[in-house]
């Protein structure tokens, strides 16, 4: 080597490449060389400073705040077991719930069906103005 003073060797351990462009990490603070510089190719023990990604609770699914210096996993922790607005009787809503008025059916349907001339909220199979004996509307009603 004609120049050994030039340039500073990676401080990963596994590598002491000696480095005539190093990089100096923005969280940590030491000196890597190119392939070393990514904080997770170094396992950069300061990342999370930098990090500015909002944690979301994966239970409530709301954003929560970090501050800086804090560590998102001991904060979202800490939401759970004080501040969260989970529901475990919320996941299990009922998705058909929109009853046939048919005297006698007892079907249910996802999404409300309401006849034009009653107003009445009908499963499927009743929903046409002749299959419920409608009252709503005096018009007369084609046989389609």
């Known amino acids: 080597m004609e120049l050994p003073w030039l340039g500073q060797h990676c401080s990963e351990r596994t590598c002491k490449q000696l480095d005539f462009l190093p990089l ?3 969280a940590c603070g030491e000196v890597f060389c190119k392939d070393h510089i990514r904080y997770d190719d170094h396992k950069c023990s300061s990342a999370y400073k930098k990090n500015v990604q909002v944690p979301v609770c994966p239970l ?8 800086k210096g804090e560590i998102p996993d001991i904060v ?3 939401h759970i077991d004080k501040d969260c607005k989970y529901n475990p ?8 719930t929109n009853k046939c008025v048919k005297p006698g059916c007892r079907r249910k349907e996802m999404m ?3 006849c034009e001339q009653c107003g009445g909220s009908f499963c499927i199979k009743h929903r046409h103005p002749l299959d419920h004996d409608c009252k ?3 018009k007369p009603l084609s046989k389609a």
């Open 24 to 26: 100096k990490c923005d």
């Open 60 to 67: 409530c699914h709301t954003p929560i705040p970090v501050q």
């Open 76 to 78: 979202v922790g800490a």
């Open 89 to 96: 009787a919320q996941q299990k809503q009922k998705i058909f």
């Open 112 to 114: 409300k069906l309401v």
């Open 136 to 138: 709503g509307s005096s």
